[in-house]
């Protein structure tokens, strides 16, 4: 058997390596995504004061400390059994609106962007954000940058720092928000609104109408038929910060529904001896391997699927162009993988929309900001969407308040069962007997896997400073003959 590295793999938070095993045939039998790093904070919490788990846990990442932070406070909203007031629920939504608005525009413009904008094939030394600015200008580079630096400035403004914020408390938040911050906050969102709209006319202009690209968005190597899954408010429509978490089967039929207390009647999570990385699926389907369809409890938890498993946007622009792409891509639910840059793009939208209205919401800038927690903390749980996934924190305590037990299931882990099906069938379509193994041939497997955005930073947590990938390919005795390495 002949086996193909892909390490370390490239454009991503964290560190994996892609193993491709070829049969005597020289057709590929089989390919795993393994994490090689362990994964420990829900064993360093233990111990610690439950009101710490909002600091703490946020050092999970330094890409999407905001949705730690806030699943955290949640959770100890609902450990101490305190509802957070209306201006202090406004206040976290405003500022997570402004950090999803960031955090999208990175991964379209710096993580994935180059794919497509610099060509698949194209040199590695060209395919990134310096090669995405020399081709489509210095001036849209600049409105990212510009982008960012004010969606940080209301982040840091609100959250009192611009990473790891320290706002977020049982029952509400450490400061409201003044007439002068609320109408710049104002100012930026207004130019966030313009900002993703520029942006999916960039994806129509780059990608939609670029015959190879869209043929490569729809090609059967890259689609999948999973459970879909996503925060939806009372309407059904997505929300990033708040509501009940919905599934939706292959054919697009609501499967369940639940609050956040009951994610474990809906999920287990499953362990293999290969990775240190877990794979969740649905309790009620059960786990019957890596495969796909209706009797797999694999599900999806991305962009796309939040759509997929929602009834619409709730904002009027962003809803426009979810009709848009369902039209365009043969009505819900989608299951072409890369279309997932899309949706992310109207998740960016729905994002600087929703901050708008917040930040013209008379009460945003009001003085109750806190009801103070007085029941005894037991157990609570958190979930908010984090940009990459559905994030579920939950918390037990002893009767001092300090954390006896705790889990997470992070944005990345949710899709990691889909992950590995993706990197799989994406090498079974792109590597054939006889194929050279190039540069960008392993990057179009990798490019499958980049459309979920992975942050193996939250799943695992690792140190190396880097952004490490391999690739490798073995022989049907076991034997390497072939690697692709980036450390």
Request: with cysteine.
């Amino acid at each position: 058997m002949t086996k193909i590295m892909i390490n370390p793999i490239t454009r991503l938070e964290g560190h994996g390596k892609i193993a491709i095993f070829l049969d005597d045939d020289g057709e590929v039998s089989n390919a795993y995504l393994q994490i090689p790093e362990l994964r420990g904070f829900e064993k360093f919490c233990e111990g610690r004061p439950a009101e710490d788990m909002p600091q703490i846990m946020q050092r999970i990442c330094g890409v999407c400390p905001e949705a730690h932070h806030l699943a955290a406070t949640k959770a100890l909203d609902n450990l101490f059994k305190v509802e957070p007031t209306s201006t202090a629920r406004k206040l976290r939504e405003l500022l997570y609106s402004a950090f999803f608005v960031t955090d999208h525009a990175t991964h379209f413009y710096i993580l994935a962007g180059p794919d497509f904008i610099m060509g698949p094939d194209s040199p590695p030394a060209q395919r990134n954000i310096l090669g995405v600015i020399g081709k489509v200008g210095v001036e849209i580079g600049k409105k990212v940058i510009q982008t960012r630096q004010q969606n940080h400035w209301v982040i840091q403004t609100i959250g009192g720092r611009g990473i790891h914020p320290v706002f977020g408390l049982p029952g509400g938040v450490s400061k409201m928000l003044s007439e002068e911050n609320r109408a710049k906050t104002e100012e930026i969102a207004v130019q966030a609104v313009d900002f993703a709209r520029f942006s999916l006319k960039i994806f129509e202009d780059l990608v939609l109408k670029n015959k190879e690209y869209l043929d490569m968005v729809l090609s059967d190597i890259y689609t999948h038929r999973t459970y879909y899954m996503g925060l939806v408010d009372e309407n059904n429509k997505v929300n990033f910060y708040d509501g009940k978490v919905r599934v939706v089967d292959p054919q697009g039929k609501e499967f369940t529904k639940y609050a956040p207390s009951e994610y474990l009647d809906n999920l287990s999570e499953r362990v293999e001896p290969w990775t240190y990385l877990k794979f969740p699926y649905l309790k009620k389907v059960g786990w019957n391997g890596f495969i796909d369809g209706e009797t797999s409890g694999i599900y999806r938890a991305t962009p796309l699927s939040r759509l997929n498993a929602a009834d619409g946007m709730a904002t009027p622009l962003a809803q426009e162009e979810y009709e848009k792409m369902y039209a365009a891509l043969g009505g819900k639910p989608v299951h072409h993988t890369l279309a997932t840059h899309w949706a992310r793009l109207i998740e960016m939208l729905y994002a600087a929309e929703r901050m708008l209205e917040l930040s013209r919401d008379p009460e945003i800038t009001g003085p109750d900001i806190r009801n103070i927690p007085t029941e005894t903390p037991v157990e609570g749980v958190g979930i908010v969407e984090a940009p990459r996934g559905t994030l579920t924190h939950h918390y037990i305590t002893d009767e001092k308040g300090l954390i006896k037990k705790c889990n997470l299931i992070v944005g990345t882990t949710n899709n990691y069962a889909a992950m590995s099906l993706t990197i799989k069938k994406a090498a079974q379509g792109i590597i054939r007997k006889g194929t050279e193994i190039t540069e960008g041939l392993l990057n179009r497997i990798e490019l499958a896997w980049r459309a979920y955005d992975p942050c193996m930073g939250c799943a695992t947590h690792t140190l190396p400073g880097e952004l490490p990938i391999e690739i490798a390919v073995y022989d049907a005795d076991g034997t390497l003959i072939d690697a692709v390495k980036r450390f």
